[in-house]
């Protein structure tokens, strides 16, 4: 019997000459759960997920994955030790298909054995949706494409917790359905861990058990998705600014 949560996060803290980026910020994601992590532009979602992935060491606080201590582990150690990621900016190897892309993610853990990593991606790009465009190249891809693709590169590192930032920017609402739909599918079917930053209402609505709000580095709420967007001081964050 396990009862740690798959992430928590304690007193986390960041700064960068003087901005204090995140500031204190405590929160679990249990096992099996998807958690959006929400808030205004500048929040401290990225840097929050940065100091999760090991890109850089916190300033304060402390990183538990799965019961283990990872605080300032480098990116490769905590990607080894479970944690996988898409970045805000999806750049994908332009010059390799899209079957490629993936299997790079994969190969360390397939013994560097190509034919292995390569039938384990098209498994990924299946569950993506893009099991057709295996062979073509990565940058001939549309965006909601990219955005799968992205996800699938995260995955092909065989994660038990997923860190999505902003996979559904710029997608038309149906493709945002859609992308919903498959992460719904992926957290039931493989009981996947997802922590997911997301300023696409719709989608963290639908999405998440549980939903943590940042505002100027700090937290300013957390409940689940009814209770987050009638919390006054989120009320405030999103709505309250443009009035002042
Ligand atoms: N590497 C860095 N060096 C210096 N400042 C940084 C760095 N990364 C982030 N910041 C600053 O930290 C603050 C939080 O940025 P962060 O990217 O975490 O916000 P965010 O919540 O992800 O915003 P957005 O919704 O716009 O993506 C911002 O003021 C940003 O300029
Ligand atoms: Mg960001």
């Known amino acids: ?66 019961g283990h201590d990872v605080t300032g582990l480098g990116q490769a150690e905590i990607c080894r030790a479970g944690v996988g990621r898409t970045f805000q900016i999806v750049k994908p190897f332009a010059g390799l298909s899209v079957e490629e892309n993936v299997m790079v993610g994969g190969l360390r853990y397939d013994d560097g054995d190509v034919e292995t990593a390569r039938a384990r991606a098209n498994d990924i790009l299946r569950l993506l949706e893009l099991g057709d465009k295996a062979r ?56 996947l861990t997802i922590l997911l930053i997301e300023h696409v209402m719709r989608a963290v609505m639908a999405l998440s058990d549980h939903v943590v709000v940042l505002h100027h580095g700090e937290k300013i709420a957390e409940g689940t998705p009814a209770e987050v967007t009638s919390h006054p001081k989120v009320l405030e964050c999103y709505l309250g600014e443009e009035h002042e």
């Not at 980026?21 to 500048?42: E, H, M, Y």
């Open 136 to 191: 073509q190249p990565a940058q001939a891809l549309t965006l909601p494409d990219r955005k799968r693709l992205e996800v699938a590169r995260a995955l092909a590192t065989r994660p038990k917790l997923l860190l999505l930032d902003e996979v559904m920017a710029g997608l038309r609402p149906v493709e945002c359905d859609r992308m919903v739909a498959i992460l719904q599918g992926l957290n039931k079917e493989t009981g």
């Open 1 to 66: 019997m396990t009862s740690h949560p798959m992430l928590s996060v304690c007193d986390l803290g960041k700064s960068f000459r003087g901005l204090r980026a995140v500031n204190a910020v405590t929160f679990d994601v249990p096992k099996g759960a998807i958690v959006g992590l929400i808030g205004p532009n500048g929040a401290g979602k990225t840097t929050t997920f940065n100091l999760i992935a090991g890109a850089f060491p916190p300033s304060d606080g402390k990183v538990t994955l799965d």
